[in-house]
């Protein structure tokens, strides 16, 4: 089983893979528009709230609260869990 965790609490530099978008109906689907849903890479830049994270060519400043949330599988577990060396976090 894979370890998930709120996309605010990565690290900088820490890549994930979203796994889950959940909330407001609304708010889901603006998350998909901006490609942010399940299967996807993004890389935090800046903790905090808002965070801003990277998500292919795009930058996003994202305030995380009450209309929903975002799940990620940090990368070092997904690597490992596909038997790669998890050598995606920067120092």
Do not use: F, H, N
Not at 3 to 21: M, N, S, T
Not at 24 to 51: F, H, K, N
Not at 67 to 77: D, I, K, Y
Request: hydrophobic fraction near 40%; include cysteine; glycine fraction near 10%.
């Amino acid at each position: 089983m894979r370890v998930k965790l709120p996309l605010e609490e990565l690290e900088r530099g820490e890549l994930a893979e979203v796994a889950l978008v959940e909330g407001d109906t609304a708010w889901v689907a603006r998350m998909a528009e901006l490609g942010i849903r399940p299967g996807q890479q993004v890389r935090m830049l800046q903790p905090g709230s808002p965070c801003l994270i990277s998500l292919g060519a795009a930058r996003l400043s994202l305030r995380l609260g009450r209309m929903g949330r975002v799940l990620v599988t940090p990368a070092s577990v997904y690597a490992y869990d596909e038997g790669q060396p998890s050598t995606y976090r920067e120092s």
